[in-house]
């Protein structure tokens, strides 16, 4: 069964720091690696990483994949209250429609 | 551009009653179409899933079904909710083909059974 494990399930940080979210998984076949922001409703679309070491940016955000450590981070610099959200990493593994597998998020809180 | 409806935005219900959240998208043909449920502390958990008209996959045993009458529109039913069907309700859609893997979502149905 394909699994998807984020850590840290929850963080609490100042306005101005900088933090680090994990996303580790173990599929059968990975294809690409996803992240989303949830903040009060609907997930909205981040990154898409299918290839090893190309960090992938917007703004302040970025990401890159490990795929030898099977994992992948995703950095936040200079940390805003509307940064605040659940981040959710998801991995597909291809094989149709419902190849996704999703993490249980981690619930970011900027405090001002 | 395509765009994704999803109503009601919030419901509260009794044991034992029907349910219906009804899901549409605009600005595409022959979308895949998803209903997610996420639980507090659970993530995402797929729950149905169609590839097109009349087709649906389940991914888990449950109280609910869902339904696809039309190529846009895809709907989440139960004839009797249970307490444990509450939750927040997330409908999305892929392209087919490659890319599929990216989910656009709707803005969620908060389900508070009573």
């Known amino acids: 069964e394909d699994k998807v494990v984020q850590s840290p399930l929850s963080l609490v940080v100042h306005e101005g720091d900088t933090v680090t979210l994990n996303c580790s998984y173990e599929?059968?076949?990975?294809?690409?690696l996803l992240w989303y922001k949830q903040e009060k409703k609907a997930p909205t679309f981040l990154f898409m990483l299918?290839?090893?070491?190309i960090e992938k940016k917007s703004g302040r955000l970025s990401s890159i994949l490990d795929k030898k450590e099977l994992s992948s981070i995703l950095n936040i610099t200079a940390t805003q209250t509307g940064d605040s959200a659940i981040y959710l990493c998801?991995?597909?593994?291809?094989?149709?429609?419902?190849?996704?597998?999703f993490g249980k998020g981690t619930h970011l809180i900027i405090q001002p | 551009s395509q765009t994704i409806h999803q109503w009601p935005a919030t419901l509260v219900q009794p044991v034992g009653s029907p349910l219906s959240l009804e899901c549409t998208v605009e600005?595409?043909?022959?979308?895949?179409l998803y209903w997610y449920r996420q639980a507090a502390g659970r993530g995402l958990q797929l729950l149905f899933y169609?590839?097109?008209?009349?087709?649906i996959s389940s991914e888990v045993p449950q109280n609910l079904s869902a339904s696809r009458p039309q190529d846009r529109q895809f709907i989440l039913s139960s004839k009797k909710l249970l307490l444990s069907d509450s939750g927040f309700y997330l409908c999305?859609?892929?392209?087919?083909?490659?890319?599929?893997?990216?989910?656009?979502f709707g803005s969620g149905t908060q389900l508070s059974v009573l």
């Open positions: 999305a859609w892929t392209r087919v083909g490659q890319g599929n893997e990216k989910l656009f």
């Open positions: 599929v059968t076949n990975f294809r690409s």
């Open positions: 299918t290839s090893s070491g």
């Open positions: 998801a991995v597909y593994s291809g094989g149709g429609a419902d190849g996704l597998t």
């Open positions: 600005g595409t043909s022959n979308p895949n």
């Open positions: 169609s590839v097109g008209i009349g087709q």
